[in-house]
C-alpha cells in the first residue's frame, strides 16, 4: 500500500487495503494512514474521510499521520471546513497535531 501511495495510486492503495481483509489480514494504523495518503495526493478528499471513518469502525487506532494525511486530502480539495473539524478532532481523540497537521 505504501508503494501505492508513492505512486498517487490511490485506487491501486484501496484494493489492496479491500484484499486484506479477503485474506484475513487485519489493516493496521499504518496500511490505513498509506492509503489515505494516497488519497491526498490526487485530491480523493472524500475517499480520505470515509478511510479514516472506516478507521473508527474497524477500531484502528488514529495517529498524527492518519489524521494530517486526510486534512491534506481535505486541502487539496478546498474543503476547509473539514480541515478545521479534522484538528480539532485530533484534540478530541487525544492525537497530537504536528506542524504538517497545521501545514496542509
Known amino acids: 500500500i505504501s508503494a501505492c501511495e508513492k505512486g498517487a495510486a490511490w485506487y491501486s492503495a484501496l484494493a489492496m487495503l479491500t484484499k486484506m481483509g479477503w485474506v484475513n489480514v487485519k489493516p493496521?494504523?499504518?496500511s490505513y494512514s498509506?492509503?489515505?495518503s494516497a488519497c491526498a495526493k490526487r485530491a480523493a478528499w472524500q475517499t480520505a474521510l470515509a478511510l479514516l471513518a472506516s478507521m473508527h469502525q474497524d477500531v484502528v487506532k488514529f495517529d498524527t499521520i492518519s489524521y494530517s494525511a486526510a486534512i491534506s486530502a481535505c486541502e487539496k480539495g478546498a474543503d476547509w471546513q473539514t480541515s478545521l473539524a479534522l484538528l480539532a478532532a485530533m484534540c478530541r481523540d487525544?492525537?497530537?497535531a504536528?506542524?504538517?497537521s497545521y501545514n496542509a
Open 94 to 96: 487525544v492525537v497530537e
Open 34 to 36: 498509506a492509503a489515505i
Open 98 to 100: 504536528n506542524s504538517f
Open 28 to 30: 493496521n494504523t499504518i
